[in-house]
């Protein structure tokens, strides 16, 4: 074979397996295997540079920072939809339709409904299958030329498949949504907190910093995705026809889908806008267990022919709308505001809030950031305020209710002390967080020791805040370094402490020594040091010797570790105090070197045996049985008692049954995702 003939086979395998990992979550290969056929290719190309294509998968990341944007004129507007905020509202749309087209009311037509992805819009131009051009809807008339970012993105093919249905010999645009998946977005937050930069509201903001990013490099690791769905034109450059190939919008989205472009799996075709509204319902309920966020429904008459004879007003299409969720938001009162001192020495102000449920919780507390924020929104003690579940985890507050704020309701003040232990708190005069800066403040130290034993840093089970706080208050445990000195005997004159859990702490304790550097690093708290940072420092390093004795820059030329985390870490190393508690930790028998990755996640479900009912609405069965075995665990096709879990989907089975009957551990799909995302 000759070597363009291996680079011509290579890129289809990567394709094709691109295309199974990152639109069908459903991968045939190891991540190793994958990147060794990436390293041949790109071995075979940099032999051979006349042999790049900019349809190559070795070509995602190749752009530049760059300056900012170009503007370009869209061949059609991208419009946006009128809403439907009830069924009688998503009835009379079906009305107007009728309307529109002369047909009698009883005579049932026929919708695609998708689900509304909460990202931004995006068009994506093919030129013989080969995508030359990505832009943002910006005005929906001109928008943003984002190309290098939005090759980036490892859903989005940059050429189309060709062995499953013809690419045009013109020019293709596909539209749909780019987005942030929940755990990106989760993961994004966790990383800003720990650097303490502001934290974005939702998915669809960070998905929309990430594009418009100057940088193509940062945008390929923020972890966007996207789905399309729509085809606009099909012809020569600039011969824009529409409707174009398919007679129904479902043919289109098969047509996409055939063409190796993401499309969101859960469409359905309705014959008739009762079965509209059922799906409407059903994905109210259902959408939590997305793993994207989605704020309501499209609905779009199929035929096309249809579509072309209803046409738009200026800003919507007459042939779709949007049926938005109800939004998740309520109103309760805030009881008062109060500080909490973090790990760091930073001191945030939270609401605590009259007991109120959203959307399956009770929530009584709410961050509010900062002291300016609480400014800013006007946020009172006493007021009524709108709370909502941001990212739909952490509760927020939104604004107060001013119609409803009472005679004696004024304006909260910052404390000047620290709550937990009195001393002044201190804020640099750019930044717009207060600190403790009392290294013995007792919530410090809590804060301290509770991140520490969590189970991304050293993982001590059983080490819970009640427990925390009787060993700071009684002042058996200082630091995390005296973890290490506790003894059975001690710790079982605590409350609620028997001899048998007292025992068991120890041993976890024990067993955290091995834990190894990344963790470790981790587990100390530095500001900014995250776990990526950490992970980075580790596999670089691979000893704490050597961390101690690096400079600033030997930091900074680490991949993954920015300025800040180099100066803040040196500095952090540099205090007596930081260095002799390191020292004690390694005294104390804690592994200072760099784990040989004993579980790595992919072993991590290693002897469970998984059994799968029912559908899952965010992954295939064969996604989660290959999900599943990635991490060592086993699918099996019938539940006995060797089975340690029982997956229940939609419309379970008598599997399920047996499972009750036997007593094995059931997970619904948000516990099983979150079981795959732990591990
Ligand atoms: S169809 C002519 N389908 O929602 C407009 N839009 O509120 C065609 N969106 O600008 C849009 N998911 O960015 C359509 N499955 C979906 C969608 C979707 C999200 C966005 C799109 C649009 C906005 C309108």
């Known amino acids: 074979m000759t070597s363009a003939e291996r680079i011509a086979e290579l ?44 349809d190559s998968p070795t070509q995602r990341v190749g752009g530049r920072p760059s300056e900012g944007f170009p503007t370009v004129d869209h061949a059609m507007p991208m419009l946006s939809l009128d809403n439907a905020y009830s069924e009688e509202e998503l009835r009379a749309f079906d009305e107007r339709v009728h309307r529109g087209l002369g047909l009698p009311a009883d005579q049932p037509i026929s919708y695609v409904v998708e689900l509304k992805i909460d990202g931004l819009s995006i068009a994506l131009t093919y030129d013989h299958g080969v995508l030359v051009r990505g832009v943002t809807r910006g005005d929906g008339v001109r928008g943003e030329e984002v190309t290098a970012n939005v090759r980036t993105v490892r859903a989005i093919p940059l050429g189309l498949r060709a062995d499953r249905q013809p690419v045009p010999n013109g020019t293709i645009e596909v539209r749909g949504e780019v987005y942030l998946p929940r755990h990106a977005f989760e993961r994004l937050n966790r990383e800003r907190e720990e650097n303490e930069e502001p934290l974005f509201a939702n998915p669809r903001n960070a998905a929309a910093g990430a594009i418009r990013n100057l940088d193509p490099g940062a945008v390929a690791k923020r972890g ?26 479902a043919e289109t989205l098969r047509a996409l889908q055939a063409w190796g472009l993401p499309v969101e799996p859960s469409w359905r075709v309705c014959g008739n806008i009762n079965a509209v509204v059922d799906y409407c319902r059903e994905w109210a309920e259902r959408r939590q267990a997305l793993a994207f966020d989605t704020d309501g429904v499209v609905i779009k008459v199929d035929s096309l022919a249809w579509r072309q004879r209803l046409g738009a007003t200026s800003k919507f299409p007459r042939w779709a709308t949007a049926f938005k969720f109800p939004a998740q938001q309520a109103t309760t009162r805030v009881v008062k505001i109060e500080v909490n001192v973090g790990r760091t020495g930073a001191v945030t102000p939270f609401a605590v809030l009259e007991p109120v449920r959203l959307s399956g919780s009770t929530i009584q507390m709410a961050t509010l950031h900062n002291e300016q924020e609480v400014a800013r929104r006007d946020i009172r003690p006493g007021d009524y305020v709108v709370i909502e579940k ?18 004696g309701v004024v304006p909260w003040v910052m404390p000047a002390m620290c709550p937990a232990c009195g001393s002044h708190l201190h804020r640099p005069e750019d930044e717009v967080v207060w600190r403790c800066l009392n290294t013995a403040c007792p919530a410090k130290v809590r804060r301290s020791i509770e991140h520490f034993a969590s189970r991304r840093a050293m993982n001590i089970e059983g080490l819970g805040e009640s427990l925390i706080d009787q060993l700071v208050s009684r002042e058996l445990v200082r630091d995390v370094a005296d973890l290490y000195h506790l003894t059975a005997d001690r710790l079982e ?72 985390v180099a100066t803040t870490l040196r500095a952090y190393l540099d205090e007596p105090p930081n260095r002799a508690l390191i020292e004690r930790l390694g005294t104390a028998g804690v592994k200072m070197t760099a784990a040989e990755p004993v579980a790595t996640p992919q072993q991590s479900l290693d002897g469970k045996t998984f059994v799968l009912t029912g559908t899952l609405s965010s992954l295939s069965r064969e ?7 990635a991490r060592g665990g086993k699918v099996a096709g019938s539940v006995s008692r060797k089975t340690t879990y029982v997956v229940a989907g939609a419309e379970p089975g008598s599997k399920l049954e047996k499972a009750r009957e036997l007593g094995v551990t059931i997970l619904d799909e948000p516990a099983f995702l979150q079981l795959i995302m732990d591990y």
């Not at 941001?390 to 005679?407: E, Q």
């Not at 596999?539 to 400079?551: E, G, K, Q, V, Y």
């Not at 996604?623 to 075995?629: L, M, S, Y």
């Open 224 to 249: 966007l995705s996207a789905y399309m769905y729509q085809l606009v034109s099909v012809g020569g450059v600039g011969a824009v026809r529409d409707p174009p190939l398919q007679p129904t919008h």
């Open 623 to 629: 996604a989660a049985t290959a999900a599943i075995e």
């Open 11 to 54: 890129r289809a395998r990567i394709r094709h397996h691109e295309e199974r990992y990152h639109i069908l979550a459903s991968p045939e290969i190891s991540d190793a295997e994958f990147d060794a056929l990436m390293h041949e290719l790109e071995r075979l190309e940099r032999e051979h540079p006349d042999l790049v294509t900019s």
């Open 493 to 564: 004159t605590l409350e609620r402490m028997g001899r048998k859990s007292a025992t068991k702490l120890t041993m976890q304790v024990e067993s955290s020594k091995s834990s190894g550097l990344s963790r470790l690093l981790y587990a100390l708290g530095v500001r900014h040091v995250g776990e990526r940072g950490a992970a980075a420092l580790a596999r670089t390093f691979r000893s704490m010797d050597a961390i101690l004795s690096a400079t600033r820059d030997d930091f900074e030329r680490v991949p993954d570790v920015g300025p800040v």
């Open 390 to 407: 941001g990212g739909d985890v952490i509760p927020k507050v939104v604004m107060p209710v001013l119609s409803r704020r009472g005679p």
